[in-house]
């Protein structure tokens, strides 16, 4: 958009295709979005600074060391328990005394203390397992297999976005996930 004189001198006072102003002025241009009186410039400025950050810290070399971030746990990976998974035609439902909807942090602490004090327990997951010594997902396949509707599920407007977990575990299992490995250093 901002490539076309027309766009250019609805966004700023010139009609000088973006791409050809130098990149100080860019800049400045970009900048005074920021702090406009006009409130779409100003929600412009905060999308594409979103973008920009997002972009810069996924592409740069130079982030993660300055914030002591290892991309990739050091430790291996260790399955803690057993889990048996079935499909829902394969269990007698009724045999149980508690189904809990739902494998999240609240589902998996209800499952966990109803069967220490003995009952019969299913457990009903919509999403998958993924399990810790599987291969390694990229940014897209965690989204894609880990989240409800990918991290795009809106209410019927479209304008709330509600991220959460879809995959056994539930949003803990995505935010154990997603927490980059702090450095001791950073720590200390
Ligand atoms: C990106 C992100 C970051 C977060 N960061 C933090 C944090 O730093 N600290 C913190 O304390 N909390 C954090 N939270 C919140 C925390 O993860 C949630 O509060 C918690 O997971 C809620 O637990 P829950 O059991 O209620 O639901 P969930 O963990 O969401 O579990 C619900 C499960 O039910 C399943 N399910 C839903 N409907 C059905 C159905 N009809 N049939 C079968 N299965 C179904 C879903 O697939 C999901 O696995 C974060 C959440 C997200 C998404």
Known sequence: MASSRIAMLALSSGI????????????????????SRIPLFRKLYDSLAKVGNSVYLRASEVAPKAM????????PAKDLWDFKFSSLDEVAVASFDAIIVGSGSGGGVVAKELSEAGLKVLVIEKGQHISPHGPALNE?????????QAAYAT????????????VFGGGSAVNWAACLQVSLLSVS
């Open 16 to 35: 000088t295709p973006f791409h050809q102003h130098s990149v100080a002025d860019r800049e400045r241009l970009l900048l005074s979005w920021k702090t």
């Open 68 to 75: 002591l971030l290892n991309r990739t746990p050091t430790e």
């Open 140 to 148: 897209a396949q965690a989204l894609e297999k880990m989240y409800n």
């Open 155 to 166: 209410n019927d407007y479209g304008d709330v976005a509600v991220i959460s977990g879809q």
